[in-house]
């Protein structure tokens, strides 16, 4: 059987590519390696282990998707207290704190909500996880779609794929023809934005910070937390949540890494930290689904420049990039991979 198209990855683009075509009356096929779809979009109980902030009255397509999927957006909790702690363990307190500007939002239901077209796209059995694309073989009539699932290695067909995923993890796929060596690098190197980041949340049965004037906002140049926020709930739960300013080999190192994080938050906000209900840690370098050992090596301290990329001739007319890394604007954010895949879907729609 011949495929209209695959659609390689079911992250946020993977997935708003599929739900435009399926609301079109297409049944494209999507492949996603993992064996839960989101990508980089990962909650725990509602709480955000991946991405957290959006910031609407900036980001059209996310704007325009909450409103069309009837989600809700409340403002990052910062009132109180800053805390900065230096290199040696000594500690400041901010009594204004850190106003943003805009305020940066998070979504009731955690960035997972914006995952809302998937049960209808899995009910119309368009998903399969657990397979992971490898190759890619340019025919006359359309492209052979080399995957490893479960039963091995299997071959599809499609007359078109779409490829919504990190440039760093097509330039992992094999291409026959090859892709001209100067794109293959250009792929490579393009690093995929927060791959080589560690995030956590650390839940406790009341927001103790705020009760002694805190915010949860923190910076810290000593760690293992770089960058800590407030992450309670509309509903009352409360957590903290940060990223690691360790390097990945740091954190591979460390025995106790929740420990150690438990052991900063003590610094910061004193013996109430002591006892979390909970503490989830996830480490995206480790992830071969999300980063490639460049990632882990070397973060980012800018925020790339990403832009659309067309593949050359002959594979401009079969394959097309999708993924928030080749978005024509906001590229590495949650924007980006809608701004992608709407770009995909005019592409695929006019052919
Ligand atoms: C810790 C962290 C914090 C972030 N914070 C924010 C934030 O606050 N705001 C914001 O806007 N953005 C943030 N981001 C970025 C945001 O998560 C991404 O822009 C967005 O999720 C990218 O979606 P995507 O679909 O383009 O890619 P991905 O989510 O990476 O999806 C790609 C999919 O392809 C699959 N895949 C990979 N290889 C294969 C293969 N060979 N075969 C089949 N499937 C494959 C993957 O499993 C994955 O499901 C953050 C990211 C991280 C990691």
Redesign the pocket.
């Known amino acids: 059987m011949r495929h209209e198209l695959i659609i390689?990855?079911?992250?946020?683009?993977?997935?708003a590519l599929a739900h435009a075509l399926h609301v079109d009356g297409h049944a494209p096929r999507v492949?996603?390696?993992?064996a839960r779809?989101?990508?980089?979009?990962l909650g725990v109980d509602g709480f955000d282990?991946?991405?957290?902030?959006?910031w609407p009255t900036l980001q059209p397509r996310l704007a325009a998707w909450i409103t069309a999927h009837g989600l809700r957006s409340y403002e990052q909790a910062s009132t109180g207290a800053l805390q900065f702690e230096d290199a040696d363990g000594r500690m400041q307190t901010y009594a204004s704190g850190m106003a943003q500007e805009p305020p940066?939002q998070r979504l009731l239901g955690g960035?997972a909500a914006l995952l809302v077209p998937l049960p209808a796209l899995q009910r119309a059995g368009l998903i399969e996880t657990g397979?992971?694309?490898?190759a890619l073989h340019l025919g006359v009539e359309g492209v052979d779609v080399i995957?490893q699932g479960s039963d091995g290695t299997r071959r599809l067909q499609a007359r078109r794929v779409a490829l919504?995923?990190?440039p760093r993890?097509i330039a992992a796929?094999a291409f026959d023809p090859p892709l001209p060596a100067a794109l293959h690098a250009q792929l490579a190197a393009l690093p995929?934005?927060?791959?080589g980041?560690a995030?956590f949340v650390a839940r406790y049965a009341q927001p103790f910070w705020r009760a002694a004037g805190f915010s949860g906002t923190a910076f810290s140049q000593r760690g293992p937390i770089g960058e800590l926020h407030d992450a309670s709930l509309p509903d009352g739960r409360a957590a903290l949540t940060g990223?690691i300013a360790w390097s990945a080999s740091m954190r591979a190192a460390c025995a106790d890494l929740p420990g150690a994080i438990v052991a900063q938050l003590q610094r910061l906000f004193g013996s109430a930290a002591a006892q979390p209900l909970a503490v989830h840690v996830?480490d995206?370098a480790l992830e071969e689904?999300?980063a490639t050992p460049a990632d882990s090596a070397a973060a980012p301290r800018e925020h790339p420049d990403y832009a659309p990329i067309v593949l050359p001739e002959p594979w401009r007319a079969r394959v097309l990039l999708?993924?928030?890394?080749v978005a024509p604007d906001?590229g590495?954010?949650?924007?980006?991979?809608l701004q992608?895949a709407s770009a995909a879907h005019a592409w695929l729609s006019a052919r």
């Open positions: 390689v990855g079911a992250g946020l683009a993977g997935v492949l996603e390696a993992r779809c989101g990508g980089r979009i282990l991946g991405p957290s902030w959006v940066s960035s397979v992971s694309v490898r995957a919504a995923l990190p993890l796929m995929t934005w927060m791959a980041q995030k990223f996830q995206w689904f999300t999708a993924g928030s890394e906001f590495g954010y949650l924007e980006g991979a992608s």
